[in-house]
C-alpha cells in the first residue's frame, strides 16, 4: 500500500540481486567499449555500462565502474558502508556472500575480469591509462604499450608511430608523424627557421654567403639599422658602444665586443681614412663592403688604445664602418673620418746643413711607398737629403706620436733600399744609421706600423764616433772597469769578428806588462755582449772573439801576449739592439814551461798529477775547448807502436800527441776510449822519435787527477809490426782483437775499437776477396795500400750482416795492408779469409747473355767482387754480377730485376763497365727491385749490372723483355 509523503523500499531476495549483477556485469562487458566511446558525461560522473554514474555514491559502481557493493551495504564517498537498517527488515542475511562471478575484495564484491582496480586478482590495479579485460590490464582503445606504459602513436612525441619512435625537441608527433614545431620548416633532416637561417634563408637550400645574415628569410648585409652618415669629409662623429649588439665578429679583433654602425658614401674617389683618436677606450674600427660585407680593412689598434683604418673608393661607393672595442672593451668614442690627399714622394727635400728636423703629420696622407720592415696601406711622408760630404748620418722619429717605421732609399722613391727599422730598443720610434758618399742622395720614408699614423718629427744628424780606443787600460793587472754601450747617440762602428756584433761599442787599449796568458772577460755586464781583441789598434787584426762563455750570455777571451804588446779589446752587443752597462775584467795567468815534464825514454812508466791547478793554453784537436792542461815530453827508445793512456783518472779526459813540440803537429787525438771517460792513444814512434803529450779536459769544467800511463806494445798486428800472411791464396786466419791496440782509425764505420793488421802480397794479377765471415762481433774490413799510411783502397763495415767483406784489384807483387777492426768499441774472436776470385761475372770476365729476346737469367751476387758502382747512389760497396746483352732488334727494352730476394741496383753501359752509364735505378721494380726501359738499336751491346744497395747481396732473377 502507498501512503502520502512515503517512499516505498523493497528488501530483494539474494536471488533478486544475483540477477540483478549477472545484468550489470553482462552490459558492463557487452557495452564498455561502446560506451567509452561513443558517449561523455559531465564533471564528476563516470560512464558505466552506458550510463553516466555517480562513482563516489553508486553502489553498483562503487569507487569503479562494476565495483557492486554487498548486500545491506551502501557507497559512500566512492567506499561500501554498512547501512543502518531499522526495525521491520526482512530478516536477510546481512553477510550475504557475492553473487556468482563476484569475489569480495575489501569489503565489496568486484569482477576480478574487468575491475581495473582488481584485476585478476584482489588488490592488483590497473594504471590509470589502462583498462581491465578478462583479467588482465591492456591499454585503452587507441594506444598502444610501450616501454610499460600506454602511448597514443599518433601524437606522442616519444612514441611517434611506432614504439621508441621520438621526435626531436623542436619537433611534434601530428597523426603518427614527426613535424617541424609552428613556424620552423625542415630542411636537409633538420628544423630550420627559415626567416633567420643563413644555411636556408627563405627556403630550403638557399645561403648567405660572404659575411650576409639572414633577416625576415632574406639575405642582408649587416644586421640591424646602420646609420647614415652621408658622404661628408672630414667629419667627427661621437656616440658609445656600451649597450649597443654584436653583429660583425672581425677579424682583427681577439675577441668581439658590441658595436656601432655607420653607413657612408664616398663623394668622389680617392683614399679616406677612418680613426677613433680621442675615444675613451680600446677600440677596434674596420670598414666593410656595402654589398656583401667583406672586410676592407680592420684594425684593433695593436699596442695603442686608438684605431685606424684607410680604404680606396670610387666615386659613389657605399661602405658600413664599424666601431668596436679590443677584446671586449666598451665605452665612448671618437670617429674621424676625412679623405687623404693623393701619394706623394718626395713630399719636400732637408737642407744638407745639420743637424735639421721636419715636424709634419701623415694622418691625411697618401700611402705612396711600401716600406720593406712596414705595413701596406698606411700613409707616410718622404723627403730627400743630399749628402754635404761623406760621412755617417743618422736619421731618426724621437718625439713622433705614433709607431713609426723609417726607411732610406738610395737616390729616389723607387731606389734600392739602404736600410729600414721598425723600433729602435725597445721604443716605437726608428733609427736608422747609413754611410753616405759626398753629394749621395738619399729618400727618407716616415711610414706607420700596423696602419698607425699621426704627428711626426724627423731629425738627420752627422754621427762623429768616439775615438778608439776610448779607454786606456795601460799595464794594470787585475783590472776591472765598468761602462755602457748604450749611451745616447753611440752607434756601432766596429765589425765584430765573431756572431753579429752589431751593437753599439767601447774600445779598451791594454798593454802587456809581461808575458803571460791574459783573460779578458764582460762577467757581470747586463747584457748580451761579444768581446773581441785586437791587435795593436782598432784596425788589427782578431787574436781571440766570443759570443757566449760557457753558460751564460756574456763572453771571455784567452790571448797569449808578449811583454810591451798592445791589444785592443772592445766590448759590442750580440745584436743591434744589444747595449747597456758592462764590466770589463782583465787577469793574467803565469804560462808553464811546455812541455812542463819530461818523461825521457822509460816504457812501460805511469806518472800521477792533477789539472786542478794548470792553465788552458794549448787547444787539443778533439774534445771541447777551455780545459786545463799539462803537457809531457816522452822519446822513444826504439821503433814500434806505443799506447798511452789515462785510465784511472776522475775525470773526463782528452788526451793528445803532439810531433816534437808543443807547436808540433797534432799526430793523435782521443776523448773516450772503450765506452768510458778517459782517453788511449796508439803512437807508431820511430827510434828517437820525441813526442808532447797533452792530458787536457774534455771541457772547460772536467779538471782532476790523473794517472797517464805510457808503455811499448810487445804483441804483433799492429802497424810497425803487421803479421805477414805472404802470397798464400785461399788461406784463412783466426785470432783475437781483444788487448789489441787501436791503431787505425777506419775511412767507413765508426770505430774506436782495437784491431789487427795483416800485411798480404798478391801472388798474380787478379781480383782478391776478403772477409770476415764467421767472426763473433760486429766488424769493420779496410784494406791499405803498402802501409798504414798508404791510400785507402777498400773499406766495409756491414756485409749483409755484422761481418765484412771487400774485393780489390790487384797486381802481381802488390803488397796492402788488411785491417781487421771493430765497430764502435767492438772486439773479439775474429775468421780473416783472402782468396782470388777466379769466377766470371765481373767487369773484366762478363757473362754473355747473347741476344736471347725475352730472357730470364737467376742467380746470386754472393761471393762476387764489388766490380762497378752505380752512379746513381754514393757509398755502395755491395758485390754484384755483370753481363753483356745485344739487342736483337732495334726497340725500347724494359730490363729488370723483379723477383731478386734483395734491395738491388741496376745500372747500364755502353759495351762494358767502363763505358758511358745509360741508365740507373734503384727501386722502380717495386719492394726494393729495380726497372730500367731502355731504347736500343739493333745489335748495340750493353753492360749490365746487377747490384746491390750499400751492401746488401743475395740471390737475383734478370729479365730482358720487350716493351709493350
Known sequence: MSQPGLRSRFALSSTALWLTAVALLVCSASCAQADRESKSCDDGLAMCGGACVDTQADPDNCGDCGSVCASGQRCEAGECADEDRGGGGSGEDDSAPCAPGLEECGGRCVDLDNNPRHCGGCGEKCPDDQLCEDGACRCDVGLEACDGGCADLSKDPMHCGACGAG??????CVDGACACDDGLTSCDGKCVDP?????HCGACGVVCVGGLVCQAGTCACMAGDPEDIGSTVPQVLRGTTVGADTYSGLDCVAAGSTEVVYSFMAEEAGTYRFDTAGSSYDTAIAVLGFGICDELACNDGREGSQASASVTLDEGDEVFVVVSGHDGAQGDFVLNIDRAAPPVCPMGNIEPTLPQAVHGDTWALGDAIAPSCG???????????????????????????????????????????????????????????????????????????EGESGPFTLSV??????????????????VQVTGTTASTGRESALASPCASGGGPEVAHAFTAPADALYTFDTLGSGFDTVLYVLDGTCSGPSLGCNDDATGVLQSQVRVVLDEGQTVVAVVDGYSRTAAGAFTLNVNQTFIPPCPLIDLGSTAPQTVTGTTVEAVDILRPTCGTAGGREVTYSFTAPEA????????????NTTLAALDGTCAGRTIACNIDAAGGKQSRLTLNLEEEQTVVLLVDGDSASASGDYLLNVERFAGGGTCTAPIDLGSSVPQVVTGSTAGQPESITPTCGASNAPDMIYRFTAPENGIYLFDTFGSSFDTVLQLL???????????????????????????????????????????????LRVERFNGSGTCRAAINLGSELPLTRTGSTSRQPNSATPSCTTGSDAPDMVFTYTAPVAGRYVIDTIGSSFDTFLHLHTRSCSGVTLACDDDSGGSGTSKITRTLNAGQVIAVVVDGYGTASGNFTLHITAAP
Open 167 to 172: 621526435c626531436a625537441l623542436d619537433q611534434t
Open 195 to 199: 626567416t633567420s637561417d643563413p644555411e
Open 375 to 449: 705595413s701596406r696601406d698606411t700613409p707616410d711622408a718622404s723627403y730627400t737629403f743630399t749628402a754635404p760630404h761623406a760621412g755617417r748620418y743618422i736619421f731618426d722619429t724621437a718625439g713622433s706620436s705614433f709607431d713609426t717605421v723609417l726607411e732610406l732609399r738610395d737616390g729616389s722613391c723607387t731606389g734600392a733600399v739602404i736600410s729600414c727599422n721598425d723600433d729602435i730598443t725597445a721604443g716605437t720610434t726608428s733609427r736608422l744609421v747609413a754611410n753616405l758618399t759626398e753629394d749621395q742622395t738619399v729618400v727618407a720614408i716616415v711610414d706607420g706600423a
Open 461 to 478: 744628424t752627422e754621427y762623429v764616433p768616439p775615438p778608439c780606443p776610448e779607454v786606456v787600460l795601460g799595464t794594470t793587472f787585475p
Open 640 to 651: 814500434g807502436t806505443y799506447i798511452v793512456d789515462t785510465f784511472g783518472s776522475n775525470f
Open 785 to 831: 795500400n803498402g802501409s798504414c799510411g798508404g791510400t785507402p783502397l777498400r773499406c766495409n763495415d756491414d756485409s749483409g750482416g755484422p761481418q765484412s767483406s771487400l774485393s780489390a784489384e790487384l797486381v802481381a807483387g802488390q803488397t796492402v795492408f788488411i785491417v781487421v777492426d771493430g765497430r764502435g768499441t767492438s772486439t773479439g774472436d775474429y775468421v
